[in-house]
């Protein structure tokens, strides 16, 4: 009896440590997947496109979902009692039950038929610019490669309904724009959207922020330039599959082309214009404005036209709006390169205030606030590209 007792206790621990450490493993995988440093399972992102499909359940509610129950297969594998218990609303909840009858998995493959590929907002490959933003989009679709988001981005936005003078000035802008090193992001609209797209196209790489499903293509007439952009590029929406484009999507959509991007730049567009929302969103999300100026008695040009009047920056070639980011006054050793040196704010700082004379590393410290191995990276960094060069005595000066 006193051997039968001490294997059941023996039994007993090791369930319990058993039960514990798997309890531990899933508050580190959760963690970590909250982190964005490890990519969701294949049923986890099904069943995150199946909710996504339904009416009722947006980014808010998603981010919200996944706050609440840890993962989205505790939600929608719970009970019930568990759900209407939830935040949710009834008739989603009645569709949440109704869609559970058959695999979450059938959505997830109607994606793949399409060559379409889904990020989630705790993954790695999620845009890290977007989760600055006022309600980030929680799952993104895509074709293309989206690991150009990373790179140096300026939105061209403006008119549909866009002039002669509209659609060639943004054509050329995107095109030596492009060949500098940014990457375009646009709508893929009519009018200077698709110039946009079609000049960085000539001579570098561009991204489509869709107000449709991504298998959606609007307007149809651009079914070319989509795959276009999707050859080198990225096409990218945070709508379900075969959602038509919507007005309420485009405003949605705006607020993406401008975080993913550093500034936004409007050519034409008339005094309310979706354009101009995309300006706005622009402003709340610290990123610059740059205008076109156009004809004074021109209802396209009314829209940039005021944005410069408000403090946009007028611009007249792409040296405006890339004196914003680079050293414009790179080494003729660079210039022979052909490669721009683009710059951080924090880098921007050191060279403002090394412009007039040479300064010591602990001036530079003080005048910064960077950390001291922030601040050694970047000089080196800025030595090594030819910008800055170290004196005897710890002292550095712009070249």
């Given amino acids: 009896m006193l051997i039968r007792h001490e294997k059941m206790q023996h039994g007993s621990q090791a369930a319990f440590a058993l039960s514990q450490f798997f309890l ?25 496109c199946n909710l996504h499909s ?11 979902i996944e706050e609440a129950f840890g993962s989205f ?45 889904i990020v989630c907002w705790n993954e790695p490959l999620y845009p890290q610019k977007l989760k600055h933003i006022s309600n980030p989009p929680y799952v993104l679709y895509y074709r293309g490669d989206l690991g150009i988001t990373d790179q140096p981005c300026l939105a061209i936005v403006g008119s549909r309904a866009a002039t002669l003078y509209g659609k060639t000035t943004a054509q050329k802008l995107a095109r030596e724009l492009a060949a500098a090193g940014m990457v375009i992001v646009s709508g893929l609209a009519r009018g200077i959207d698709s110039e946009a797209h079609r000049g960085a196209l000539e001579s570098g790489r561009t991204i489509a922020v869709l107000g449709s499903g991504p ?10 330039l989509y795959q276009d952009i999707i050859a080198s590029g990225a096409v990218i929406s945070e709508f379900p599959l075969h959602t038509a484009p919507e007005p309420h999507n485009f405003p949605l959509r705006n607020r993406i082309i401008s975080g993913l991007s550093k500034g936004v730049l409007v050519i034409e567009a008339k005094e309310k214009s979706g354009a101009l929302i995309t300006a706005d969103f622009a402003l709340e999300q610290g990123k610059d404005v740059f205008a076109l100026p156009g004809p004074i008695n ?28 680079y050293d414009i006054n790179r080494t ?32 530079v410290l003080e005048a910064t606030g960077l950390d001291i191995g922030r601040l050694s990276t970047l000089l080196l960094k800025l030595e090594m590209e030819g910008i800055i060069k170290s004196l005897p005595g710890n002292y550095y000066v712009r070249i």
Avoid at 75 to 96: E, G
Wanted: hydrophobic share 35%.
């Fill in 24 to 48: 531990v493993y899933r508050v580190i995988q959760n963690t970590l997947r909250k982190n964005g440093c490890m990519n969701m399972d294949r049923l986890e992102k099904a069943i995150v």
């Fill in 54 to 64: 339904l009416p009722g359940l947006g980014s808010r509610s998603l981010h919200k």
């Fill in 73 to 117: 297969q505790s939600f929608y594998q719970a009970d019930r009692s568990v759900l209407h218990a939830s935040f949710i609303d009834t008739a989603v909840i009645d569709a949440i039950l109704e869609q559970r009858r058959v695999s979450p998995e059938r959505l997830l493959e109607a994606y793949e038929s399409h060559d379409i590929r």
């Fill in 215 to 224: 298998n959606v293509i609007y307007p149809s007439e651009n079914r070319g």
């Fill in 298 to 325: 021109s209802k396209t040009s009314a829209g940039p036209n005021n944005l410069i009047k408000q403090g946009a920056k007028l611009i007249t070639g792409i040296e405006d709006v890339l004196e914003e980011y």
């Fill in 332 to 363: 003729q050793r660079k210039a022979e390169q052909g490669r721009l040196v683009w710059l951080d704010d924090s880098e921007k700082q050191i060279l403002d205030l090394l412009e007039p004379n040479s300064l010591h590393f602990d001036e």
